[in-house]
């Protein structure tokens, strides 16, 4: 029985030591099995069951001392059997509630006097005995793994003993062994009924689970992630030593609605692991069947969404797992679908696409990216809110990184022996040895993760950053150095900052040694790579004594040794500053150390080393408007534009970025042009191949092309058509870019046209169907600019782009619908047969209508514009009437100034049907009309006179205008330049006075 | 020292105005500041008039109290290093010579000097038996080990393999000086031959702080 108990029970730890048998159906007829055989024994072989065990079988009973009868004597707690052993002790002793057992009759009459508590006693003692037929043989019949051959071992000793006892005992023996195979065999009948899950099953399963998981309302999950990312060979993700115990891989879910499940998936089926706990592996629920039925138990939200899910066809479009890109590529198809099919999906009930809502959701790795910062690696690119305390998006990734479990001792690399064995020597030598052991380990190729894990799982991190604190300034050299290589791997990176390595090197940076303190402050900038290493640097202190380290002489000609170490150590500070300055609260402390005019300095340096670091820094910083200026009045400018120049990739990429960032400035983009810097920006758009690159070039001409002193030079170095063809099979990174440049340019007319001629509109209207925010922003600006000249009319409306404009309305972000509405305007003054076209859109003026209940105000501004061009056409205007337009214009009269002359606009518009001017006099809408003559706005003044003049065409509002001193402000105006307004002032002040003679007349006449 | 005969500082100074154009790192103010300290350290007029000048205790005394050494071999080897015409004394030149590598020497020098300590038995090679005796000391031993030089073998091995660059099982000059210019931390590979940056300080500054009129 010795094999069935340990290879097939179910232990809860399958460690040696006192594990538990669960109740599972297989443990519990196993352990029936067993009992059956132990009732019975005294009656099938006495002679057998009277033999001694070798060791008393010894376990905590919950049998009660009373219960034992005859043949025992019981004195309180204890009790003894009369029948003892050949050396006087009793078969039998219970005392204090722990039972010994010396032979099989005993134990029969234990489970005869236990009762219905039998399976219980039965259970404890094989968990507190777990390998009884050694106790009861002795320990050479100890259960052992393969070839068992002590039975051959005592047959010779029986042999040659002859001896009566070892008889029965070997008959015993053959008993035991009898049932071990009846039990394993029963088992086995049990076990091949079960599924057995395979590496692939589960792959599957944990596949389709993660198409369910997304950010909408309709998720099923929050996410699904494996522990490790490395896959062995047979599909396991779980280290060799758990692989023998049947496990395939763990997981971490996170649900809805409860705590992150910890699951394990083994082959015998999945079940909640003790994560985090000590005992990691041990099962702390049910086995369930598969990673579903798991989830039903554990996760109502789960069980009750999962059914609504739609059937395989939606399960196989989402098998493999998508990333950020690709999802945003089925989403664009998704969305040619919606185009083709748009009004009849639009009338199909929600359910009937579901997870559309989910996918409409940009993925939130658009959302980390903040405002077109593009690219993991490099933070370069956009501004980024100034709100967020990151500027970058590295560090997300980074913190994100799963620990991986340790590797099994069996395959441990020899790197790892060696490694192990100099930190001994670090750890008991004298400097000598110690520096003899440093310059050892260096030889170890220490940007290989291997080695790197290895020096911190022997423990070798905390003596090096021992080290650190010692007085030998030779092994804090060495120390540093290692750490310096090692610290590439972010694993090694979160060490280091938990043995508090980042509070000893900014100490280090006060020393004199400037090896020492060039290398202190690398190793700051490879571990200041995440969030809270950087702010542990900037608490101790470190970013005042890094800003101290630029201080040198840059640029003279001659350098001396000592200066040329000046300028390396400040190479160094740079490059810890430019890491650490990806959090906000570090880059005002750079400021507030000074060091703005060191790194403007810096900056003069004729050398590239010293310039990446420095103008990394300064691109990184400049998404706070405090830089940008500094940068602007600091004259760096103009070095950056030198840069510009630079034979270099990354500087040049660093600079542009930097441009893109500072040029939301107005003279920003004049000194740009003053440098000449629009050149060689536009020499950048060629390097195609190089997206990073392109993507900082592209975003500094977007912003230089705000001012359209910049455009003309960009017309003039044929920018406009290098751009175009920049509009496809780019990454939406460079694409935001592009297209905002784009639109820049179009705000000048001629360039309208050379977009349309170089084939621009059609790329730029299919760009209308994706699902990147600022890139939709950008895309509707610049689609609207086109839009502005009839033949770029005419090619949008044929690729129906104003549907496609008119379904961004839809679009959640208030700015892409701001911005769509806005670009809807010129379409509709453009378009031929526009009423016809607007009206075609099915529920498309609802929708609009709808809008003006936002609470952006450049999306009612926007919204009012357009409503404002649709209401010219009467029929539309009909429409929009029924759908509440002027109670929900008037309502938002009281609003500020932004909106009020698009809003006045709308108003004038909608007053030609039927009876809106009167419902907006009931509305309320007059008045605070009356008082936007007040403000100082020019075009405030011409709409709201159009739409007083409109309004005063009904009686009841002339009074109130009249009661509003409106009189006196229009007699101002109609002296007014503008023809429109002084027309329209003078028609609502004829209004006003022809219903005063009318009335007169009826009173006197 | 007070009652220095002018005759004394005569001499004194001509001896400095030739030291100094002899060694490059000090000029005649320094040399003549050093020949000063090499005087006040004998304190017996007879030494000087043999001419011999320091001995080995005195010179080890000033190694231990002024520079921080502790070895008693390296100071030995230290010693020896100093006394380049082997007399077991150290005249006013070697004192001169020796200090300026100690204290201002180029790499170069450096890597002659060290090696020149480390090469015990003076052969031109550091042989694993001189850096067995040299490291010997350089491992706390475990009580528990069964062979307690074991590790100080294994730290020789590693030495030879990171500096043995002909394989030849000795580190040859060429050898040193290849390692230590591609790795400056092996200049004392074998134990502190040099004083560091703060005794440096502190002993120039102590030195020069009262230069002689003239």
């Known amino acids: 029985m010795g094999i069935a108990l340990t290879r097939a029970a179910q232990w809860t730890t399958a460690s040696s030591g006192t594990g ?17 055989f132990v009732e019975n024994f005294s009656s099938r072989h006495p002679q ?21 009868k005859m043949e025992y004597e019981v004195s309180g707690q204890t009790v003894r059997s009369v029948e003892a052993s050949s050396d006087g002790q009793p078969l039998l002793h219970l005392s204090s509630s722990t039972i010994c057992v010396l032979t099989f009759s005993q134990l029969t009459k234990i489970v005869r006097i236990a009762n219905d508590k039998k399976l219980k006693e ?173 989830l039903k138990h554990h996760s109502p939200h789960f069980a009750e969404h999962i059914n609504k899910q739609p059937p395989s066809t939606q399960k196989i479009e989402h098998v493999e797992p998508v990333g950020a890109e690709e999802q945003g590529q089925t989403q664009r198809s998704y969305e040619h679908q919606e185009k ?24 939130s790795k658009w959302k980390n990216l903040g405002l077109g910062s593009p690219y993991h690696k490099t933070p370069g690119g956009g501004p980024s809110s100034e709100d967020q305390s990151e500027s970058s998006s590295e560090d997300e990734e980074d913190e994100e990184q799963p620990e991986r479990r340790p590797e099994s001792h069996a395959d441990l690399p020899s790197e790892y022996w060696h490694i192990q064995k100099l930190v001994k020597y670090l750890k008991g030598g004298n400097q000598t040895a110690t520096v003899i052991a440093l310059c050892s380990m260096r030889d170890f190729n220490l940007a290989q993760e291997t080695c790197q894990l290895a020096i911190r799982d022997v423990g070798g991190l905390e003596v090096l950053i021992n080290l650190l604190d010692t007085e030998e300034i030779k092994c804090k050299i060495g120390s540093l150095k290692i750490l310096k290589e090692i610290s590439c791997n972010s694993q090694i990176r979160r060490a280091i900052a938990d043995l508090q390595g980042l509070q000893t090197m900014v100490k280090i940076l006060d020393s004199p040694d400037k090896e020492l303190k060039c290398l202190a402050a690398e190793t700051i900038g490879n571990v200041a790579k995440f969030r809270r290493a950087r702010r542990t640097v900037r608490q101790h202190g470190g970013i005042k004594r890094l800003v101290e380290l630029l201080d040198c002489v840059p640029d003279s000609a001659t350098l001396t040794q000592e200066q040329e170490k000046d300028v390396e150590v400040a190479r160094c ?15 005002g402390a750079i400021r507030k150390a000074g060091g703005i005019p060191l790194l403007g300095r810096l900056l003069k340096s004729p050398h590239e080393n010293m310039l990446i670091p420095v103008v990394g820094t300064l691109q990184e910083c400049a998404s706070e408007k405090t830089y940008r200026i500094a940068i602007q009045t600091e004259g760096m400018i103009e070095d950056l534009v030198k840069n510009l120049n630079s034979e270099n990739r990354e500087l040049q990429m660093h600079c542009a970025s930097a441009i893109f960032k500072c040029a939301e400035d107005r003279k920003t983009r004049d000194l740009v042009r003053r440098y000449e810097g629009l050149r060689p920006l536009v020499a950048l758009l060629q390097e195609t191949e190089n997206k990073q690159l392109l993507a900082a070039a592209t975003g500094a001409i977007w912003k230089c092309s705000i001012s359209m002193e910049n455009v003309e030079k960009f017309q003039e170095y ?59 922003v950008n895309v509707t600006r610049a689609v609207g600019a086109c839009a502005m000249e009839p033949e770029n009319m005419a090619v949008i409306d044929r690729l129906d782009g104003v549907r496609l404009l008119w379904s961004l309305l839809k679009n959640p972000n208030p700015d892409v619908q701001a911005s769509a509405a806005w670009a809807i305007c010129p379409c509709i003054e453009n378009a031929k047969d526009a009423g016809e076209m607007v009206r075609s859109f099915v529920g498309g003026l609802e929708l609009i209508v709808h809008l003006l209940r936002s609470t952006s105000k450049d999306v009612l501004a926007g919204v009012c514009a357009a409503i404002a061009e649709i209401a010219k056409d009467e029929e539309n205007l009909a429409v ?44 309320g809408a007059v008045a605070p009309l009356v008082r936007y003559l007040r403000s100082d706005n020019a075009s405030v003044h011409r709409a709201t006179a159009q739409a007083l003049f409109q309004l005063s065409k009904d009686p009841d509002n002339c009074i109130t205008m009249h009661e509003n001193g409106v009189v006196k402000l229009l007699l101002g105006m109609m002296g007014s330049t503008d023809e429109l307004l002084q027309e329209a002032a003078a028609g609502c002040v004829a209004n006003i006075r022809r219903l005063a003679l009318a009335n007169e007349k009826a009173r006197y006449g | 020292m007070s009652e220095m005969s002018a005759m004394d500082r005569k001499i004194i100074q001509n001896l400095a105005e030739t030291l100094s154009r002899q060694v490059k790192h000090f000029n005649r103010t320094e040399a003549e500041c050093l020949i000063r300290l090499f005087n006040g350290r004998f304190g017996d007029q007879n030494d000087r008039k043999t001419g011999h000048g320091l001995d080995r205790g005195k010179f080890r005394n000033i190694l231990h109290n002024t520079f921080g050494m502790t070895d008693d071999m390296i100071m030995d080897r230290v010693f020896r290093a100093f006394d380049k015409d082997n007399d077991s004394y150290i005249s006013v030149k070697e004192w001169i010579e020796g200090l300026a590598v100690f204290l201002r020497g180029t790499l170069d020098e450096k890597i002659k000097y060290s090696f020149n300590v480390y090469d015990l038995n003076g052969d031109g090679y550091i042989s694993r038996e001189e850096m067995f005796h040299m490291l010997k000391d350089s491992l706390i031993r475990q009580p528990t080990e069964e062979d307690p030089d074991e590790g100080v073998k294994d730290l020789v091995e ?12 000795r580190l040859s000059y060429t050898d040193f000086e290849t390692a230590v210019r591609e790795e400056n931390l092996l200049l004392e590979a074998f134990g502190p031959c040099l004083p560091d940056a703060k005794r440096i300080c502190a002993f120039e500054q102590q030195a020069f702080q009262n230069p002689p009129e003239h």
């Open chain 1, 48 to 68: 057998e069951a009277n033999l001694e065990f070798k060791e008393p079988l010894k376990w905590k009973t919950t049998l009660d001392p009373c219960n034992f």
């Open chain 1, 122 to 294: 039965l259970r404890t003692c094989l968990e507190e005995n777990r390998d009884p037929v050694a106790k009861i043989l002795g320990p050479s019949f100890a259960t052992v793994e393969g070839e068992d051959t002590s039975v051959l071992r005592f047959l010779e000793k029986v042999n040659s003993n002859e001896d009566k006892e070892h008889d029965v005992r070997i008959k015993l023996l053959i008993l035991l062994k009898q049932l071990d195979t009846q039990l394993l065999s029963s088992l086995l009948k049990q076990i091949s009924q079960e599924i057995r899950l395979s590496p692939d099953t589960v792959k599957n399963d944990v596949t389709l689970l993660k198409s369910f998981c997304g950010n909408g309302e309709q998720r099923v999950l929050i996410s699904v992630q494996y522990t490790s990312d490395y896959e062995y060979l047979n599909g396991c993700r779980t280290p060799p030593w758990r692989q023998v115990h049947g496990e395939i891989c763990y997981l971490v879910i996170h649900t809805c609605d409860t705590d992150p499940l910890y699951v394990t998936c083994s082959t015998a089926g999945v079940f909640l692991n003790g994560e985090g706990d000590e005992n990691a592996y041990e099962r702390k629920s049910d086995i369930y069947k598969d990673l579903v039925t798991l």
């Open chain 1, 340 to 363: 083709n099919v748009h009004e009849k999906a639009r009338q199909q009930p929600a359910q009937n696409k579901p997870g559309s809502k989910k996918k409409l959701e940009p993925s």
């Open chain 1, 718 to 776: 044929k920018a406009l058509e290098t751009l175009v063809a920049l509009l496809t099979e780019q990454p939406e990174e460079v694409l935001v870019n592009v297209v905002g440049a784009l639109g820049e340019c179009a705000q000048n007319p001629p360039n309208r046209a050379v977009i349309r001629k170089c084939g621009g509109i059609q790329p730029l209207v299919n760009l209308l169907t994706g699902t990147n925010q600022p890139l939709l």
């Open chain 2, 158 to 169: 590693i030495a030879l393999k990171k500096m043995d660059h002909d394989h030849d099982g």
């Open chain 1, 20 to 36: 538990k048998l669960e109740i599972t159906p297989l443990n519990e007829s196993l352990l029936k099995e067993i009992l059956d």
């Open chain 1, 880 to 923: 929009i009437t029924d759908h509440g337009v002027v109670a929900l214009l008037a309502r938002l009269t009281d609003m500020d100034n932004l909106l009020r002359r698009y809003l006045a606009e709308a108003i004038a518009h909608c007053c030609a049907w039927g009876a809106n001017r009167v419902s907006f006099g009931e509305a």
């Open chain 1, 573 to 587: 500070g740079a490059l810890a500053l430019w890491s650490c300055s990806r959090s906000t609260w570090n880059k």
